[in-house]
């Protein structure tokens, strides 16, 4: 049965509004401000959701008491997560609809009986569990793949050993703001000309060579995120998601993003501030409590941003200074 989780500490939640339950996910994956996602996605007990990354179905476990004539549509690219996240909210089967896909192409997606849709959430990047199991990290030997569906064909290998050095640079630099990418493509390409750089232990050894090792951080983190971005074409699927969110929302309808790393959140708000369809609900985005962060390290770098479907294109845009 899911376990109850912390009561809500945030303003505006009404202290006789449903505890959200999470199922056991001990170990595997803990999401990321839960209360203050449910609280933005403003949910009414027949709304009708999409989350649109389930992963491990976390937030979702959060979500579904609170929309108990409701139903939720849950997206994600990995099948092994939708398999998992089936079994655990087995509980609430009869509201639940799962999909393996891209959030990019929710609008070719998602069911009629999921539109329009009064409230989307967005939890990006990878679970924890996805990070220890599927070759992401470099603390195991695993082959160079870091795709999320793996009916896709490119994989982090090919990048790897087919990118001439400069394109492998910029890559690493656009995607990760990894400062010292020209010193790793030069390592790459001079590692591959000995033969193909096919494991995570291998690859993360070659930027370690070449950047050396200062503090607790492994110098391979920016290069691993960089190629896990561009294998699975994130910061494209983000843009084209944000797209069809908006049309997919109802007016008055919330959307809610969390993300990990600025080139992300660069994306979310400059989409949200030129919206003709969206307001922008935060002024600020909201970060973990210093209590989540000390508890679960991986929301530090965690930002939500909230916009709301315009009841109509022509009404005025909000003009509030964001962070
Ligand atoms: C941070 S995890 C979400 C965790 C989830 N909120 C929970 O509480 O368990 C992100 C998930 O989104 C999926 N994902 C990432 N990008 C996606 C995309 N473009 N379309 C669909 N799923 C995506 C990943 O496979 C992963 O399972």
């Not at 999909?99 to 849709?117: M, S």
């Not at 200062?214 to 994130?234: M, S, W």
């Amino acid at each position: 049965m899911p376990d109850p989780i912390e009561p809500s500490q945030v303003p505006g939640v009404p202290d006789d509004s449903p505890e959200p339950t999470v199922p056991d996910l001990a170990g595997l994956h803990q999401p990321i401000m839960v209360t203050e996602v449910v609280t933005h996605l403003k949910l009414k007990p027949d709304s009708v959701v999409i989350d649109g990354t389930i992963g491990l179905g976390g937030h979702a476990a959060a979500i579904l008491p609170h929309i108990p004539e409701g139903r939720l549509l849950g997206v994600d690219r990995d099948s092994a997560s939708l398999a998992l996240t089936r079994e655990r909210l087995s509980a609430f089967a009869c509201q639940l609809h799962l999909l393996q896909g891209n959030f990019a192409d929710l609008e070719r997606l998602v069911p009629p009986e999921f539109k329009p849709t009064e409230a989307i959430l967005l939890d990006l990047g990878i679970s924890s569990w996805q990070l220890a199991e599927r070759g992401f990290s470099f603390g195991t030997s695993a082959p160079l793949d870091f795709r999320m569906d793996t009916r896709q064909a490119l994989t982090a290998a090919d990048l790897v050993n087919e990118l001439p050095e400069r394109e492998l640079a910029d890559l690493l630099y656009g995607n990760a703001e990894e400062y010292r990418s020209r010193r790793v493509a030069a390592a790459i390409v001079a590692a591959r000309a000995e033969g193909p750089v096919t494991t995570t232990d291998r690859l993360a050894d070659v930027v370690a060579s070449a950047l050396g090792r200062r503090g607790r951080i492994h110098p391979a983190t920016k290069t691993f995120q960089a190629l896990r971005i561009a294998v699975n074409d994130e910061l494209g699927s983000l843009t084209r998601g944000l797209e069809a969110a908006q049309r997919l929302l109802r007016p008055g309808g919330r959307l809610v993003i969390i993300s990990f790393h600025s080139g992300e959140d660069r994306i979310i708000k400059r989409f949200i501030n030129d919206s003709a369809h969206l307001t922008k609900v935060n002024k600020k985005v909201i970060q973990p409590t210093r209590a989540e962060q000390r508890a679960n390290p991986r929301s530090r770098s965690a930002k939500i941003r909230v916009a709301e479907k315009q009841a109509a294109a022509t009404e005025p845009r909000q003009t509030v200074t964001d962070s």
